[in-house]
T-cell receptor
Framework: EDQVTQSPEALRLQEGESSSLNCSYT??????LFWYRQDPGKGPEFLFT???AGEEKEKERLKATLTKKESFLHITAPKPEDSATYLC????????????FGTGTRLQVFP | DVKVTQSSRYLVKRTGEKVFLECVQD?????MFWYRQDPGLGLRLIYF???????EKGDIPEGYSVSREKKERFSLILESASTNQTSMYLC???????????FGPGTRLTVL
């Protein structure tokens, strides 16, 4: 069964304390992997798409990487405004209309 | 910028009422989606549409129906609302190439 698992469920960081969020997936054929940010009470906001193992994307303090079995979202020197839930989703090479979402990692960054 | 809007941010309804949730996108996207999001369960696909008047069931379509009369508008209908349909409802749209889905702000529905 196709599945996406995110860890940890929750992460508390001190401002400036770098860390990584994990998204592991099992799908029969990967077309793309997506990262979203979601603030409380709001819709997910698109961050990155990764298509092949070894690919990396960066945006400000965030860097996403992809291997054949997992993706990492690295947060360098986080700030309190980075506090949010980060969602990972995979798109299969067949049935490309649908995304399979993980349950997210809730990140809190304290000053 | 892609803009997806939803008709209400918060909605409170009674059990048995018929509920309409509206979603509009301004990017001329063919694909539109309705999800619900519950703590610990993540986003689950209810229905999606890849063209006007076309619809496909997602993973949890029971108790819901949809309507797509115009390309930019996708409606979710709860025929007879029940308390277990209390949730956050999210609409999304994407281009035919099927890549990035862009989400609306969500509707927090409470059924009493």
């Amino acid at each position: 069964e196709d599945q996406v698992t995110q860890s940890p469920e929750a992460l508390r960081l001190q401002e400036g304390e770098s860390s990584s969020l994990n998204c592991s997936y099992t799908v029969s054929g990967l077309r793309g992997l997506f990262w979203y940010r979601q603030d409380p009470g709001k819709g997910p906001e698109f961050l990155f798409t990764l298509y092949s193992a070894g690919e990396e994307k960066e945006k400000e303090r965030l860097k996403a990487t992809l291997t054949k079995k997992e993706s990492f979202l690295h947060i360098t020197a986080p700030k309190p405004e980075d506090s949010a839930t980060y969602l990972c989703a995979v798109q299969r090479s067949y049935n490309t209309d649908k995304l399979i979402f993980g349950t997210g990692t809730r990140l809190q960054v304290f000053p | 910028d892609v803009k997806v809007t939803q008709s209400s941010r918060y909605l409170v309804k009674r059990t048995g009422e018929k509920v309409f949730l509206e979603c509009v996108q301004d990017m001329d996207h063919e694909n539109m989606f309705w999800y619900r999001q519950d703590p610990g369960l993540g986003l689950r696909l209810i229905y999606f549409s890849y063209d006007v008047k076309m619809k496909e069931k997602g993973d949890i379509p029971e108790g819901y129906s949809v309507s797509r009369e115009k390309k930019e508008r996708f409606s979710l209908i709860l025929e007879s609302a029940s308390t277990n349909q209390t949730s956050m409802y999210l609409c999304a749209s994407s281009s035919p190439e099927g890549d990035t889905q862009y989400f609306g702000p969500g509707t927090r529905l409470t059924v009493l």
